[in-house]
């Protein structure tokens, strides 16, 4: 599988302030994600961006794939943002590969 | 309904037990993945089966011994664990697995504690 490296690998916020996590990958991606994992495990789908630019609420992600980086913004955070946010990257090889991780913490 | 379920949510389990751990989606998703995760490490992947046959298997030891019934079910035999194979278990489904189109989506996780 590709490398991936993430940044930073922890994050302390205040509530509602901005924040930015990066990844870079080694390789070119056919598939890459993003996923926030909450305290009990579960991994949640944030999003599906190979290339471009989405927004979902107060989450958006850019990814420059010739660029081989991806971009998650958390604007206005909340305390329930708080967690471990993964980025993932699958190569010609079909294996998804995660980064280490970014853990976020908001505070009240 | 983008949901995958697994059971059970724990596990505690003796280094000569066998259990299993199943999955389920009805997405119809046609491929379906294996990770493991132990403590505040990524999820790694083990096995993926794709139309119901095995495609890769990520040189994982014999005691984990993956099947998958049909296209919506998917389980994980488990067989004189050690415990270093104590961690978080988790399924993923995604449509097909060779494709340039592949979003995963995961299950919540058995927790696997091997005395």
């Known amino acids: 599988g590709i490398q991936v490296e993430q940044s930073p690998p922890d994050l302390i916020l205040q509530e509602g302030a901005n924040s930015t996590l990066r990844c870079n990958f080694s390789?070119?991606?056919?598939?890459l994600q993003w996923f926030h994992q909450n305290p009990w495990g579960q991994l949640i789908n944030l999003f599906y961006i190979p290339s471009g630019t989405k927004q979902n609420g107060r989450l958006s992600a850019t990814t420059v794939a010739t660029e081989r980086y991806s971009l998650l913004y958390i604007s206005s955070s909340q305390t329930t943002d708080s967690g471990v946010y993964f980025c993932?990257?699958?190569?010609?090889?079909?294996?998804?590969?995660f980064g280490a991780g970014t853990t976020v913490t908001v505070r009240a | 309904d983008t949901e995958v379920t697994q059971t059970p949510k724990h596990l505690v389990m003796g280094m000569t037990n066998k259990k299993s751990l199943k999955c389920e989606q009805h997405?119809?998703?046609?491929?379906m993945y294996w990770y493991k995760q132990k403590a505040k490490k990524p999820p790694e992947l083990m096995f993926v089966y794709s139309y119901e046959k095995l495609s890769i298997n990520e040189s994982v030891p014999s005691r984990f011994s993956p099947e998958c019934p049909n296209s919506s079910l998917l389980n994980l035999h488990l067989h004189a664990l050690q415990p270093e194979d104590s961690a978080l278990y988790l399924c993923?489904?995604?449509?097909?697995?060779?494709?340039?189109?592949?979003?995963?989506?995961f299950g919540p996780g058995t927790r696997l504690t091997v005395l």
């Open positions: 390789d070119s991606v056919n598939n």
């Open positions: 993923a489904s995604s449509q097909v697995a060779i494709s340039s189109y592949n979003e995963q989506f």
């Open positions: 997405m119809g998703h046609r491929a």
């Open positions: 993932a990257g699958e190569s010609n090889d079909y294996k998804l590969s």
